[in-house]
């Protein structure tokens, strides 16, 4: 079992930074990640990073989103720069414990960017 907790959502303004935090408790995870949700749109796929630190981007976020992790924490982080009206949206953490898709996610965090 996973449990994930999100935080640091917010409403910015187009160009400003945010960065969310994922606090992960119970069994180790192979890989974890973020996902987002627009209004009226399917949830899509933000970024992975493996156990191993190797990282994934979608390509609308590659080269303003950077996913890192704080082992000593047990917390998964989103930094978001340049943020634009287009990057709004609910947030999920989630987790996979072994390959071939996602077991856990929480509850999301509101991300709201204003023009």
């Known amino acids: 079992q996973v449990q994930l907790m999100e935080s640091g959502g917010g409403s910015v303004q187009s160009g400003e930074s945010l960065r969310l935090s994922c606090v992960a408790s119970g069994s180790p995870s192979l890989y974890m990640g973020w996902f987002r949700r627009a209004p009226g749109k399917e949830r899509e796929w933000v970024a992975t990073?493996?156990?191993?630190?190797?990282?994934t981007y979608a390509d609308p976020v590659k080269g303003r989103f950077t996913i890192s992790r704080d082992n000593a924490k047990n917390t998964l982080y989103l930094q978001m720069n340049s943020l634009a009206p287009a990057d709004t949206a609910l947030y999920y953490c989630a987790a996979a414990l072994q390959p071939g898709g996602w077991n856990y996610w929480g509850q999301g965090t509101q991300v709201t960017v204003s023009s």
């Open positions: 990073l493996t156990r191993g630190g190797l990282s």
